[in-house]
């Protein structure tokens, strides 16, 4: 009986996994079942395949018209947050570093291409929706763009109708390879797609670590070849994990003075793991419209194996750090100690990691049997361009800095996160193109307004909540009167 009970319910999940896929495959328009929006690129996400060929990358033309707007100003509003913090967007002088160089040098092409000013605003990453609302409201030009957090402020954006349809922007060719054209069909109501990223806001998903050292002194399989032959499973990591834990002292506690097979946290991290698990939080119904996508056994599967792997023996250490707060970026078992056989961190993070004595290799969150492609769910913003700006400026600037972020900061950002203080991990170079390969984006997760269910492990795993199914009954219908508000705000701000 109970092998007769798994086959139901393996075929059970290939039908959940496989419909979404196959409305998608066969849809002639975008996700919402319309034929109007303007992406008809073949590639699912730009910022895949960076391979090692840099001089293909340059050979795509971008095929913009030449332009003079004078020494106009082009403002860019941002948040002092996460990656945007780090020197990825903006840079004042050229310096020493490569990929400083590389992104101090797009700013300049693109200024010196079409005689504008990019001028750098940052603010709190809390203030940029109220920031940007009052200078609509006002009817003034005061920024070109604005860079957003993930989740702070984008749904008000939208539902306020200060954000621009990105479908109307001149010069925006979303077929080119430097657009993320799986955003376009999560994110797009009606058609109307207000968000847009492309090569230029730096993909930063979360990934697995690993200490190659450790990998090599247990005599285990090697993390990249399991990754490859498509067996990369929280199963998988579990047996190694266990393998690896140790209790340093003897003392028969484990604290953050011992060894561990994984280390991680109950915070916003974990998320990622719905996604690689071949889940989303919502889903797009036949008609288009988005509704609610885990009351089903593939997300019980996930909590229950991810609640045993973190809360069941010693082989986990669940901790809390923030890597978008510089003073407290580590957590108390951090790779560099040497006692972490895996550690969960954002991929930016390697750009610290490369300093440390440990030899580590990264890798993507573990998919399950029901799915062939590794999925990464992006934690970087969105670009959004006000009511009040120049379109045709923008439109062009936006373009240009896209192709010049994929010709050469992409580039140099694979170099600096394949780098390290030891030695240069060409392995990972392959794991990186599967990671950017699989950049995809979540309706609930960047249009829920921190809803309970937007942030579903998160707010389980840190109030130890083990009944899935109550907590999806509880918060369910915050998220869909959410859902069913951004509808309404869109059909009120862009179809009357």
């Given at each position: 009986m109970r092998i007769k009970a798994k086959?139901?319910?393996?075929?059970?999940?290939?039908?959940?996994?496989?419909?979404?896929?196959?409305?998608?495959?066969?849809?002639?328009?975008?996700?919402?079942?319309?034929?109007?929006?303007?992406?008809?690129?073949?590639?699912?996400?730009?910022?895949?395949?960076?391979?090692?060929?840099?001089?293909?990358?340059?050979?795509?033309?971008?095929?913009?018209?030449?332009?003079?707007?004078?020494?106009?100003?082009?403002?860019?509003?941002?948040?002092?947050?996460?990656?945007?913090?780090?020197g990825l967007y903006f840079a004042e002088e050229e310096g020493t570093d490569p990929l400083n160089g590389a992104v101090y040098k797009r700013q300049r092409a693109v200024d010196e291409r079409f005689n504008v000013e990019i001028i750098p605003v940052m603010n709190d990453w809390d203030k940029i929706y109220s920031e940007l609302a009052k200078t609509v409201k006002a009817g003034t030009d005061d920024y070109s763009l604005a860079l957003t957090h993930v989740i702070n402020g984008v749904y008000s954006m939208i539902s306020s109708g200060v954000a621009v349809d990105w479908n109307?922007?001149?010069?925006?060719?979303?077929?080119?390879?430097?657009?993320?054209?799986?955003?376009?069909?999560?994110?797009?109501?009606?058609?109307?797609?207000?968000?847009?990223?492309?090569?230029?806001?730096?993909?930063?998903?979360?990934?697995?670590?690993?200490?190659?050292?450790?990998?090599?002194?247990?005599?285990?399989?090697?993390?990249?070849?399991?990754?490859?032959?498509?067996?990369?499973?929280?199963?998988?990591?579990?047996?190694?994990?266990?393998?690896?834990?140790?209790?340093?002292?003897?003392?028969?506690?484990?604290?953050?003075?011992?060894?561990?097979?994984?280390?991680?946290?109950?915070?916003?991290?974990?998320?990622?793991?719905?996604?690689?698990?071949g889940l989303s939080i919502t889903k797009r119904d036949e008609t288009g419209y988005a509704v609610l996508n885990l009351d089903n056994p593939l997300f019980y599967e996930l909590t229950d194996k991810l609640n045993a792997l973190m809360y069941t023996g010693n082989q986990t250490f669940v901790g809390y750090w923030d890597p978008n707060a510089p003073k407290d970026n580590e957590s108390a078992v951090p790779m560099s100690s040497g006692r972490c056989l895996?550690?969960?961190?954002?991929?930016?993070?390697?750009?610290?990691?490369?300093?440390?004595?440990?030899?580590?290799?990264?890798?993507?969150?573990?998919?399950?049997?029901?799915?062939?492609?590794?999925?990464?769910?992006?934690?970087?913003?969105?670009?959004?361009?006000?009511?009040?700006?120049?379109?045709?400026?923008?439109?062009?600037?936006?373009?240009?800095?896209?192709?010049?972020?994929y010709r050469y900061v992409i580039p140099e950002y694979y170099n600096v996160l394949l780098t390290s203080k030891l030695t240069r991990d060409e392995e990972s170079m392959e794991m990186l193109d599967i990671i950017f390969g699989g950049a995809t984006y979540d309706f609930a997760l960047n249009l829920g307004n921190w809803t309970p269910l937007s942030m579903p492990l998160t707010n389980m795993q840190s109030n130890r909540i083990t009944d899935t199914a109550s907590y999806i009954e509880k918060h369910r219908g915050e998220l869909e009167k959410q859902i069913a508000d951004i509808y309404g705000a869109i059909e009120k701000n862009y179809l009357d």
């Open positions: 086959a139901v319910f393996a075929v059970l999940i290939s039908i959940i996994i496989a419909l979404p896929f196959l409305a998608c495959k066969t849809s002639g328009g975008d996700a919402d079942g319309n034929d109007s929006i303007k992406n008809p690129g073949e590639a699912e996400s730009g910022d895949a395949g960076i391979k090692s060929d840099a001089d293909a990358r340059l050979e795509i033309d971008d095929e913009l018209p030449e332009a003079d707007f004078g020494g106009a100003k082009f403002p860019i509003l941002y948040p002092e947050w996460s990656n945007y913090i780090l109307g922007v001149p010069h925006v060719n979303f077929s080119k390879p430097w657009w993320n054209h799986r955003m376009n069909d999560e994110l797009s109501v009606y058609g109307i797609l207000c968000t847009a990223v492309s090569d230029f806001m730096i993909f930063d998903p979360n990934v697995i670590y690993f200490n190659k050292e450790m990998i090599a002194d247990y005599s285990m399989e090697n993390p990249y070849d399991i990754v490859k032959g498509g067996k990369w499973s929280w199963d998988k990591l579990g047996d190694m994990a266990k393998a690896a834990s140790k209790d340093l002292n003897g003392d028969g506690v484990f604290d953050e003075s011992d060894q561990y097979g994984l280390v991680t946290l109950t915070s916003w991290m974990m998320e990622s793991a719905i996604h690689a698990y895996f550690h969960v961190d954002p991929l930016s993070a390697a750009m610290r990691y490369r300093a440390y004595e440990v030899n580590f290799g990264i890798l993507p969150f573990p998919k399950s049997d029901y799915v062939d492609e590794y999925l990464s769910l992006s934690w970087n913003g969105f670009m959004i361009i006000p009511q009040t700006a120049d379109l045709e400026k923008v439109g062009m600037v936006s373009e240009a800095l896209a192709a010049e972020s």
